[in-house]
């Protein structure tokens, strides 16, 4: 697992209050873990402020589920 | 009219996180008074107030116990106490399941006096730092008043009357008194009804200290502080929590067999329209508020054995309360005891009603009413009245009063009594 990948579960396992082994990267945020879209808002400003990247809205539209994040994430950060 | 009854409490307070563990340590005369823990109060006019205590404490909060991880990390903690008390009232009722029928005639009635201030503290200074694009997504719902009876009402399914009073510390007075009228005129059959407060943060103290409400004098003894009545008094003590009850038909109650506290007896209501922070001079409003309740509960000035007063230990408030007390009853003083809790608990603005009539319940059921906290030395004007200086006093309760009076010259009293 990338550390990436790591960084984006305690993220996603703090904001959602999930257990940890159901943050898998193939877990949609909403249909596996729980989250509605102003979950999905909350955790990608998560993300902007751990990775120093920024995630616009049309690019955080496509963000659905863990594996989308860590993908992003790692193209685009510095 | 339908009759409308107590039949489930529930309470988070610096005395104790149910209604249980409060009760007995505010019987015992414990004082939840400290110094302040939860921000750095070094530079504040008033560093003292009485918190809710953490989870581990002997008789400390735990938020895990009955609110979700995710809504305690989007909201303030008015809502978390709010939520708490509000779960531990249905499950004194035995009502957290109920059909989809009854559901559509149960709602909540829940308020606050001030709301989400740390969060908007907090947050203003997200705005400040980091520009918009960094305020929360939950900001606004984790600080609305109303999103105390939003959750729970989510939570339990119950789809009656969605309320939320905010009138300052009359808030938990007026909720339980507007949802008993719900009641009664048949618009649901079980409501939840209280109030919170979660305002110990800088800008709340610093706001208060500066309208010159807080003690001051008392930042070395805390337990000192709060001491209605007292010569010495120089403003009340913040404190922070939540009280609810389950509130229901009298008949729907008494069939399903369910433990009856109390009946919802005399509500009333009045305006100072005097002055936004000091009660008027003569205690005009306070006074029609109590005439109003009494005289709707139908009992005589004799009934009442115990008087749960707004008390807040400020100089103008205490007196002038009782000052309408006295007039009010008369010769029939001599034969009630009236105390502050606040003495112990500190002032929890919009929770105060709401706590202090769950206390005038158990003073009902145990036949023993909690003390007034430091009052060594009586006001002037204290003379013929039972104030219950320092200790619990045993006696017969028959009937109680509770008053609860805001600003903005808001004023609001029940009457309530054993079915």
New interface residues.
Partial sequence: MSETADRVKKIVVE???VEADKVTEDASFIDDL?ADS??I??LV?AFE?EFGVEIPDDAAEKITTVKDAITYIDEHKA | MRRVVVTGLGLVTPLGADVETAWANLIAGKSGAGPITRFDASNQKCRIACEVKPAGHEFGFDPNKRV???VQ?QVDPFIVYGIDAACQALEDAGLTEMSEAERYRAGASIGAGIGGLPGIESESIVLHEKGP??V???FVHGRLINLITGQVTIKYGLMGPNHAVVTACSTGAHSIGDAARMIAMDDADVMLAGGAEGAICPLGIAGFAQARALSTAFNDQPEKASRPYDKDRDGFVMGEGAGVVVLEEYERAKARGAKIYAEVIGYGLSGDAYHVTAPHPEGSGAYRSMEMALRKSGLALEDIDYINAHGTSTPLGDELELGAVRRLFGDAIGGLSMSSTKSAIGHLLGGAGAVESIFCILAMRDQIVPPTLNLDNPSDSCAGVDLVPHTAKKRQVRAVLNNSFGFGGTNASLVMKPV
């Fill in positions: 904001h959602l209050g729980g102003l979950d808002v909350e400003m402020e | 979700d991880h995710k990390r694009s960094r929360s997504p939950h």
